[in-house]
Each structure stands twice: as C-alpha cells, then as structure tokens.
C-alpha cells in the first residue's frame, strides 16, 4: 500500500520543507542545481504545468541549460526563472537565495552594499537590484485587512530621510501611518524575557502623500477591517473614523510623551524599532522608495513568530511576478504596492 499513499500524496500541494537554521541551509541549498529545484517545486507545488498547453507532468531537462523545462506533451520551453523576480537574471539563484534567507529571517534584515559584500557580488547596482526586487516581493496580494478580532492603536510619525544636499535642516522625511493590533495574552514575552499583558498583533504601514484626514480615511478603509476599534491622538486628521464605521477612541496627549507611552505603547515601540532600523542599516532612505523599505519591515514583523518559514513564503511570492527593472527603480516608474 505505501505506493498507493504516495500516489494520494501527490495530488496534495505538496510544499518543499524549508531551513530552520544557516547550516541547513548550507547543506539544503549548496549548489545551483540544488536551488533550481527547490524553485521548481515552491513555484509549481503540485507538479510541473505547461503555461501553454497547461498539462501536468515531470518536463524534461536540458543539461547544458539548467534553468530551462521542456513540456513533455507540446515541447514548449520555459525558464523556472521566467515571470518572477529572478527574470533574466545573471546573478546566480545560489545569491538570490542567500539574499531572501538573510532579508527574511535576520532580524534587521540586510542592506545591499552589505549583501554585495557578504555574497561577493561584483557591482553594487546589482545587489541593490536583488533587494528591491525581493522587497517588491514581500507584499502579498489580496492580503487580510487587520483589526477584525483585536483593537488597534494608530499613529501618525516622520520617517526619513536623507538631508536635501547642503540646505540645512531641510530633510526628506514623510509621514508614515502605523496601525497595529493589541492582543491580549498574559505570560512572559519570549523576545524581551518580561511579564507582559499584551502583545502586539499585525501591522500595517503606508507612506501618506500628507498628513491629512483624506489619507488617514483610504488608509484605515484599505488596511483595517470595518467596525475596528481604534486608538489614536486626538487630531483632526481622525475626525472621520467614526463616520467611516470604526469605534474611534480619541485622546488628547499634545505631545505628552508619557501618556503616549500609556495609550499607544505598541504603536510607540513599532516606531521606534522602525526608526532605529531605517537610520541604523540604511542611514535614512529616500522618499520614492520608502514604501519599499516599510513593507520590508512589515514582511519580517508580522512573521516575526515564523521567521524560518518566511524564507520559503518570500521565494513563493517572488514567483508570482517579475517586479521592478532597474530603469523603472531609478525613473521613478515603479509604484511600490501600498494595500
Ligand atoms: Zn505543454
């Protein structure tokens, strides 16, 4: 029977298992052959389809070019590369991979320059290129709105941002939205050791065009699921939330840092750990490619809990599109996704 069972087996998605530590890793992922594969089986889990004749089946192999599968019904080639952000890369997969282990699981992720250092890649212009293409990665489409079980705390904060050249004082910072769900759980935080009360949920965090009820409203409505109940200051800029349907919990703080602490403390330690992130490993980033950085920060802290499975998420979801060229990085061309 146990042919039968592995036959059953088959029809079932079947996702590879993924590293748990670097030394699995290592022994996992040890040469390019060993990457491709693993590739193959996280883009099409439940077996090889041709994207022409859409039939299933195990393709044939060239050796003399790796990446490529030939559909054993029509012939038709396709690169295991083709569509995803790994497109016509020259880069080896062994580095794409190297790259998403570290940017998903290290807690600060990793910045390009040290990414070009650490994987020996030759120009910095591609490495930066792998890590905006896996960070247009990290944004899973048709995602949950958040607050549907826990309440919220939101805030409105300044993230930046490289001083304009030589004008002084004259900064790049944006304002930034941050929503986060508090949880109620009683015992020992087993990040900081401490008893704790609550813990934070998900989060969510957008780029605002301007600091005005008019984004606040399109933010909550996209990110934050109806009837939420939410916590905020008392600006005018959530003067609508009530109207929009949410249980809107106003108070009055002007700038008292210690009943900010009180009323928003899980809003007040995301931003500050994002902060500390954005100035300590990128030396503040530039405002068209914010949303990039944020959605990075977003990717690792909502899987904070499940940091070794992310990896094999992030090359999943690098598998269901291209993402940025470099032209479009550096025209200005790409949008990075906000919902
Ligand atoms: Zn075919």
New binding site residues.
């Given amino acids: 029977m146990p042919q039968i069972a592995q036959n059953e087996n088959r029809r079932t998605n079947i996702l590879p298992g993924f590293p748990n530590n670097l030394l699995d890793f290592q022994r996992m992922f040890s040469n390019e052959a060993a990457c491709l594969q693993y590739l193959e089986s996280v883009r099409w889990p439940n077996g090889f389809i041709?994207e022409?004749?859409e039939?299933i089946g195990d393709p044939f192999r060239l050796t003399k070019r790796p990446r490529v599968l030939v559909?054993r019904?029509?012939r038709?080639e396709i690169s295991v590369t083709a569509g995803t952000i790994m497109h016509r890369t020259k880069t080896p997969i062994q580095v794409w991979f190297w790259a998403a282990y570290l940017v998903a699981t290290q807690t600060p992720g990793i910045s390009a320059l040290e990414a070009q250092k650490k994987l020996g890649i030759a120009r910095y212009e591609t490495a930066y290129q792998v890590m905006q293409k896996l960070r247009s990665a990290m944004m899973r489409p048709g995602r949950d709105q958040i607050g549907d079980k826990w309440p919220l705390e939101m805030d409105i904060t300044y993230i930046g941002g490289k001083h304009k050249g030589g004008v002084q004082g004259k900064t790049n910072k944006a304002p930034v939205i941050v929503g986060v769900e508090v949880r109620r759980k009683e015992g020992i935080n087993p990040q900081t050791g401490k008893r704790q009360r609550t813990l934070a949920g998900r989060m969510r965090l957008r780029k605002l065009p301007n600091k005005s009820a008019t984004s606040v409203d399109k933010f909550v409505k996209d990110c934050i699921a109806h009837g939420a109940t939410i916590t905020t200051d008392d600006g005018t800029e959530y003067a609508n939330l009530n109207a929009l349907g949410y249980a809107h919990r106003p108070i009055a703080m002007r700038g008292d840092r210690a009943k900010m602490d009180l009323w928003l403390p899980m809003v007040s330690t995301v931003t500050a750990n994002l902060k500390a992130w954005i100035d300590g490993t990128f030396h503040g980033v530039r405002k068209p490619h914010m949303q990039a950085y944020l959605n990075e920060f977003m990717f690792r802290f909502n899987r904070r809990f499940y940091r070794p499975v992310s990896f094999r998420t992030l090359l999943w979801l690098g598998t269901q599109h291209t993402g940025p060229t470099y032209r479009e990085l550096y025209d200005g061309d790409w949008v990075h996704p906000e919902t």
């Fill in positions: 041709c022409k004749c039939s559909c019904f029509c038709h």
